[in-house]
């Protein structure tokens, strides 16, 4: 990963730039490697969670399904049950937050 790009911001922060297609996939070493190559030394590692709309929950899952009447059939559903108001936790340690600074 090149971080010529990225910024350092006033707090010693490195802002990375939003890459082009959106796919920000990292293992932790692959993320570690150039923080460190480029003087930041990382101090804490977060495996985070997302709160998630339920209506946009059951939207993926009828996706998932790619069948058209159960699209539409979830997306009824969800609207008849008010889910676009209701959300919900869930870490499934897929995301993580990395914490690093100049060194």
């Given at each position: ?5 990225a910024?350092k911001?006033s ?19 692959k ?8 003087g ?9 969670g ?9 939207s ?24 676009q108001?209701?959300?919900f ?15």
């Amino acid at each position: 990963m090149d971080l010529s790009a990225a910024t350092k911001c006033s707090r010693g922060e490195l802002d990375l730039p939003a890459a082009a297609d959106a796919s920000f996939l990292f293992r932790e070493q692959k993320l570690r490697q150039p923080l460190e190559r480029n003087g930041f030394k990382v101090f804490r590692i977060e495996r985070v969670g997302r709160t998630l709309i339920l209506d946009r929950f059951i939207s993926n899952a009828g996706l998932a399904g790619r069948s058209p009447r159960s699209q539409r059939f979830l997306a009824g559903a969800a609207k008849r049950l008010h889910l676009q108001e209701r959300s919900f936790y869930i870490n499934l340690r897929d995301m993580q937050r990395m914490y690093a600074r100049a060194a």
